[in-house]
């Protein structure tokens, strides 16, 4: 059982910067790709930013640009970088990370940007 903690949510105004951090713990297996998810008020879950054991990353198109994700490996910690935040990138964000059994999840930090 794969333990994620995820921390750095919080209140931002618009044009601001937050850094989300995400530590796992609890598996006897590899973590394959790491990433992040978010969900806003009434809106589906969908995919911001993933990475692999490897570094290669990849990116929604509404956030290219403005977020970058990055992992440590020796830590089990992925980060997620996020500036020039918008009003409509308030959501819950939720961490994944895979084992090569299934997906993990964290339970979700809120980030509100708003004046």
């Known amino acids: 059982q794969v333990r994620l903690v995820e921390s750095g949510g919080g209140l931002v105004q618009p044009g601001g910067s937050l850094r989300l951090s995400c530590a796992a713990s609890?598996?006897?297996?590899?973590?394959?790709?790491m990433g992040w998810y978010r969900q806003a008020p009434g809106k589906e879950r969908e995919m911001v930013a993933g990475i692999t054991w490897g570094s290669v990353t990849n990116y929604a198109d509404s956030v290219k640009g403005r977020f970058t994700i990055s992992r440590d490996n020796a830590k089990n910690t992925v980060y997620l970088q996020m500036n020039s935040l918008k009003a409509e990138d308030t959501a819950v964000f939720y961490c994944?990370?895979?084992?090569?059994?299934?997906?993990?999840w964290g339970q979700g930090t809120q980030v509100t940007v708003s004046s």
């Open positions: 609890g598996s006897a297996f590899s973590l394959n790709d």
């Open positions: 994944y990370a895979d084992t090569k059994f299934r997906r993990n």
